[in-house]
């Protein structure tokens, strides 16, 4: 007898009919039978999607696929939720609600990965501008994650209990296509979900191995731009001016301060001027110069003060540069930002024990939060409890070399990253098949 349906009885919970009557776990050897099955269809769909990228805002093809395959395993699909979002539901009796969100947007990168399915397209951005295109974060074995999970899941109705809504969200590159789901009835016009699930592709982890975390696990991330205005005039006579390119100098390296002398040691958080633009020609001192910034922090107050500060040197030292109070730098905070993805502390250790359970020890460990940003944070801002866990990618031969030679493999957002396709996609679906199981009462049976 098993010990839960012992203590049941002692404690006169349930009856023994009750218990006889309950439904079967799932299996995980079931469970890998299908994966396994779907694989050499999945492989296809991935290479093809790796090879054609289409960028945020711009998913088309991508969102037709998702829709096609989800019509034909019985979902109710609506299409273009927040633009070109695509959400999927299908209700197999009583219980929760789950949400499964995979991305869909590649990157305006040119690839250099070398597999031979590597992308080649040249794609138009939402402004209609040309450029090369690539899936350099891996959102095309998301797709192929969700498609896969969603077959799985389909043949296994007699194992779960409840309503499954599963969301191909656009624009996740550019912290909008949540949001923009969101506003457009995500979770008014269908059925809001008891817990929401996500996962992502990781180049530092092993492929198949499976990253989890607690609380906070990707930072927030602001985007700020700087307007940074002077007098101009001529380069030979400096002094009937106030130099904003001088000026600009000062700021960056003033900037740098903030992290290290503002904020208590060992607090995490990240100030980034990633571009800086200024002047017209050598002999001319220009009006001004423009910097774009990424914040990134693990706390709202923490992120306050990384803006409050950036204001308050942008203003001193251009002030101290003697520049009028109607030049004085303009900063500007930018709408592209994310809120702090954070993990339901309690929601993510049980699945954690789920992974170990499917997967064993050995393809599941503790990550340690990144400052790299994640919209899906979105879908927690309304009391969903959350959980999103990384899907190793790498060849573990290359981990190991790096960790031997000290040189980094690929990162997510490289033009030469590619993942190890197969124990990807199968830990991809595996991980998100169990996680669901789990959540609508499976029970794994091995």
């Given amino acids: 007898m098993r010990p839960a349906r012992f203590l049941a009885l002692l404690i006169g919970i349930v009856s023994v009919s009750a218990l006889d009557a309950a439904p079967p776990g799932p299996s995980a050897a079931l ?3 299908k994966v396994d099955a779907e694989y050499p269809s999945l492989f296809g769909i991935y290479t093809n999607l790796h090879a054609h990228p289409e960028l945020s805002f711009m998913e088309v093809k991508t969102a037709a696929l998702v829709a096609g395959e989800l019509r034909a395993l019985g979902f109710t699909v609506t299409e273009k939720v927040g633009n070109t979002g695509v959400v999927g539901v299908l209700t197999n009796g009583v219980g929760p609600t ?3 969100r995979a991305d869909m947007d590649g990157l305006p990168i040119k690839e250099n990965s070398g597999v031979a399915y590597a992308s080649t397209d040249i794609v138009k951005d939402m402004s209609g501008k040309e450029q090369p295109a690539m899936h350099g974060c891996a959102h095309d ?8 999970t969603a077959r799985t899941l389909a043949s296994m109705k007699d194992r779960w209990s409840g309503t499954l809504v599963l969301v191909a969200q656009p624009a996740e590159e ?6 923009a789901m969101l506003t457009d009835g995500l979770y008014t016009r269908f059925p809001k979900p008891d817990y929401a699930l996500a996962l992502h592709t990781h180049s530092m982890l092993p492929a198949g ?8 696990f990707l930072a927030s991330v602001n985007s700020v731009d700087i307007q940074v205005r002077g007098v101009g005039g001529h380069g030979s006579a400096p002094h009937t001016t106030k130099d904003p390119v001088v000026l600009a100098a000062q700021i960056v390296l003033a900037l740098q301060t903030i992290v290290s002398r503002e904020l208590k040691p060992g607090t995490a958080a990240v100030v980034t001027v990633g571009t800086i633009h200024g002047g017209l020609k050598r002999n001319i001192i220009s009006d001004e110069v423009k910097m774009e910034l990424t914040l990134r922090a693990f706390d709202d107050k923490v992120m306050a003060q990384l803006a409050a500060s950036i204001r308050r040197i942008c203003a001193g030292l251009a002030q101290a540069a003697g520049v009028p109070d109607d030049r004085l730098p303009i900063v500007t905070l930018m709408p592209e930002s994310t809120p702090v993805t954070s993990n339901d502390p309690v929601f993510a250790r049980r699945l954690a024990g789920t992974f170990t359970e499917w997967l064993g020890s050995d393809r599941v460990r503790l990550s340690a939060p990144i400052t790299g940003g994640e919209d899906f944070s979105e879908f927690s801002r309304q009391g969903v409890p959350a959980c999103i866990w990384w899907v190793g990618a790498t060849d573990p031969a290359r981990i190991a070399e790096s960790e031997r030679t000290g040189v980094p493999v690929p990162s997510n957002h490289s033009a030469t990253f590619a993942p190890v396709p197969e124990p990807t996609i199968k830990a991809c679906v595996t991980s998100m098949a169990a996680a669901v199981l789990e959540l609508m009462g499976g029970r794994v049976s091995q």
Avoid: C, F, Q, Y
């Avoid at 074995?141 to 498609?147: A, C, D, E, K, N």
């Avoid at 550019?174 to 949001?179: D, K, M, Y």
């Fill in 174 to 179: 550019i912290s909008a296509g949540a949001r």
């Fill in 141 to 148: 074995t998301h797709v192929t994650g969700l498609i896969g």
């Fill in 31 to 33: 469970v890998k039978a």
């Fill in 209 to 216: 191995v499976i990253g989890h975390g607690e609380g906070p």
């Fill in 98 to 100: 789950v949400l499964v």
